[in-house]
């Protein structure tokens, strides 16, 4: 059967985006939101009729450098936020990588972050407040200026990570943070269980660390933490003391900007463990060829893997019950891999519920 010819919508105005899904709803169309595009290969896949773009709303409506607060559109490229804000000498601590084109909208919708989640949280937690459309035609504001959240739901949480199928991003509120100059500490090691030793004296030492990460791949890895401020040497030098040899990175911009872009690949499975199971993510990443790079203290690491079904089905197998979401991945693969890997109970119910009571027609895929 030939597939429909995918419509696309680039709208100027929030009501103007509420009243496409609406009219969508009305004529039993599918609806997928775009922002860069950088993630489309995310999630399930899909055929929506009609593409609803962002990139028409790309201003960055307030920087209240004072309050450390800012207003953005959701088709603002991160990294031009983050170019206006450290005109200031703030940042927005949302770290992904970006490859270029990804937007606040995409970003906070996909729920993606990097290195620095370990000092500022996830998108959820520097969100102050969204405005949203919806599919029955209104348009939905939460937190920032407005007190009263819907329905009890606190939007701006409940819209992090939903891969815009509750409803379109059109504005987030964020909160910055100073920018501070940094200085790392570093070591290398050829056995999963000292790496995942030196990565938890890390964590549960008195220094005050922006990121802890780890990297693993072919039998070695090692640890990086990263400390910021007036003490960013002193404290990267006391944790540098700390693990088996440990020295110091001065300059140390390329190799965060390396933890980041290892999170991207041909087939990327994103696991969420403890730190007691770094050493087992370290090894099932080995007998399958692949590689790993994440957050040492949050648990949280991505994981590259030969680009087959195959390959996720053995890796989640080796680390049940830990959660192994599919990231990056060829069409196929996702086609005959389902990318949550959640099984039917109360928390799948729920999310149906809730989807059901922002999109009860269905329309955002």
Known sequence: MAMRALHKEAPGGYEEAAELLAECARDGLRVRVRGGGTKLGWGPVTQPDVELSTSSLSEIVEHNAGDLTAILQAGVRVADAQRAFGEAGQMLGLDPPLRGDATIGGVVAAGDSGPLRHRYGAARDLVLGVRVALSDGSVARAGGKVIKNVAGYDLAKLFSGSFGTLGAILEVAVRLHPQRPTMSAAATFDDPERLAGAARRLTHARHEAWAIDVAWRGGQGGVLAR??????????????????????????????????LAQRGDLVVRVSTTQSRLADVFRAADGLGGSVVGRAALGLLWVRLPADAASVRSFRSALAPDACVLLDAPEEVRAEVDPWGIEEGPELELMRRVKQRFDPAGVLV
Not at 229 to 238: D, L, M, Y
Request: proline content about 0%; hydrophobic content about 40%; overall charge negative.
């Open 227 to 260: 400390y910021a401020g007036a003490e960013a040497r002193a404290q990267a030098e006391a944790a540098a003391s700390e693990v088996e040899g440990g020295t110091v990175l001065e300059d140390d911009a390329g190799a965060w900007e390396d933890q980041r």
